[in-house]
């Protein structure tokens, strides 16, 4: 693999069960990335095949909004793997308790899915239950899957400017542009210093092979604009196009214009600091 002294943690990797009568999905369940279930067993393989030391799961919005496996999880294996935990974010009773949330072990962070639906709806939701301001001042970070909805995020970094706010996947969601093209609208959120950028799920976006040359750009484009500390590497490994080991090899050794601090940075060390996961930096595959 090469630089085998860089750290790697995957930003984001969903993780679920199989629907059954003691723990079954809703009834509007959307179709699921793949027909068998991600299972954590399978990612810690996957993992140690890659050379992946942690990563940051999160429970599939068709197995409903439940954070009971992620959680599991993380607390058992605290330096291999962190919960991003879905949230009532409406709810003002349960924004109450947001308090408390690192006594909650293994959670990490917060995922608000904002890319179908009533979008507006649900932000207001969340601004009006005061879900963002509590989050704000309890330091929660938050990972925000709204693609193409800049406008959204520089509202969010404006209104709540202490607010961690991670905008999953460049706000990419096809591969209409160039991948480089298309992540030329997130530059200017990076004024912001709220707002980072999860390079997740990057290979669903392009038309090329390993070692896809226009991730690289795209990574070089967002490094330039937010810093290393703020770009972080991640898979969505449950619909990746291509083998695991290729895409955690061109973070690793095919960012040339990126030097080694840099690239440790991008592979997993500022995102653990992001989040405050220590723990994380541990090195090692072991389970």
């Known amino acids: 693999m090469g630089s085998s002294d860089l750290i790697v943690v995957d930003a984001q990797i969903h993780v679920w069960k199989a629907s059954t009568p003691e723990r079954p999905w809703p009834a509007d369940a959307i179709e699921p990335q793949r027909a068998e279930p991600l299972e954590v067993p399978e990612v810690r393989r996957r993992m140690d095949a890659a050379g992946v030391s942690g990563a940051l799961i999160l429970g599939p919005t068709w197995e409903g909004s439940r954070n009971d496996y992620v959680l599991e999880t993380a607390a058992a294996q605290p330096t291999r793997f962190g919960g991003i935990c879905r949230f009532p974010t409406s709810d003002p009773a349960e924004v109450e308790q947001l308090a408390h949330w690192r006594e909650v072990e293994g959670m990490r962070a917060i995922r608000l899915s904002l890319n179908r639906g009533d979008v507006d709806g649900m932000v207001a939701g969340a601004v009006d239950s005061g879900f963002f301001t509590t989050a704000q001042a309890c330091g929660i970070p938050i990972c925000v899957y709204a693609p193409g909805r800049y406008a959204l995020y520089q509202r969010l970094a404006e209104d709540f400017p202490g607010l961690k706010v991670t905008v999953d996947h460049a706000a990419v969601d096809s591969d209409e542009l160039p991948l480089p093209e298309a992540v030329k609208p997130l530059l200017a959120l990076a004024r912001h210093p709220g707002i980072a950028v999860k390079v997740s799920a990057l290979p669903c976006f392009v038309r090329e092979t390993y070692p896809f040359p226009s991730i690289a750009e795209a990574v070089y484009r967002l490094v330039e604009a937010f810093g290393p500390e703020r770009v972080f590497f991640g898979s969505d490994l449950s619909r990746l196009p291509v083998p695991y080991p290729d895409l955690v090899d061109v973070f690793v050794n095919h960012l040339p214009r990126l030097d080694h601090a ?18 994380v930096l541990g090195g090692g595959t072991a389970s």
């Open 262 to 279: 840099e690239r440790a940075l991008v592979a997993g060390r500022a995102l653990a600091a992001w989040i405050g996961w220590p723990e």
